[in-house]
């Protein structure tokens, strides 16, 4: 999900979100990246952040409904952007992570039908679920 810079601050105005540069900096990494991108990965491309600094912009942006958790299954977590529909008050996603077991690459990939999983005597708030295989591209070689 490639984003403009305008649109980006946009996207931040709307969650009440002040656009920071830091905040930027954070958000456009993630918008530019292929698939969500994993943490070790901005640490790597964000040279001038301390760990205190990632951690509490990755909380602001992800508080803020703007980013999600793709995969936390692992040693390593991924981020990526919501869709539209998320809010500071509830992520809405409708949608698997699909982790590629040959590249590590993880996509958040939107389903042919709604997930719905009913608990007896509770009530269902969200739903992660996350798929592990070999992705189009490694296939193909």
């Known amino acids: ?17 002040k656009a920071t540069s830091k905040r930027m900096e954070v958000l456009t990494l993630i918008a530019n990246y292929n698939s ?12 001038g952040f301390d760990r205190v600094t990632l ?23 991924y981020y990526a952007m919501c869709r539209h529909y998320c809010t500071s ?4 996603h409708k949608h698997i992570h ?14 042919t039908s709604p997930i719905s999983i009913e608990v ?4 269902v708030q969200e739903i992660e679920i996350e798929v592990k295989g070999i992705c ?5 070689v």
């Open 1 to 17: 999900m490639n984003l403009s810079q305008e649109k980006m601050v946009l996207l931040l105005k709307d969650r009440q979100i």
């Open 36 to 47: 969500a991108i994993p943490y070790s990965s901005l640490q790597k491309s964000l040279q």
């Open 55 to 77: 951690y509490r912009t990755l909380n602001t942006l992800l508080d803020g409904g703007v980013i999600h958790k793709a995969s936390v299954s692992t040693d390593e977590v």
């Open 89 to 92: 008050e509830k992520h809405h």
């Open 98 to 111: 699909f982790k590629c077991t040959a590249c590590k690459s993880v996509s958040c990939v939107e389903t």
């Open 120 to 123: 007896p005597n509770a009530s």
């Open 136 to 140: 189009e591209t490694c296939l193909q």
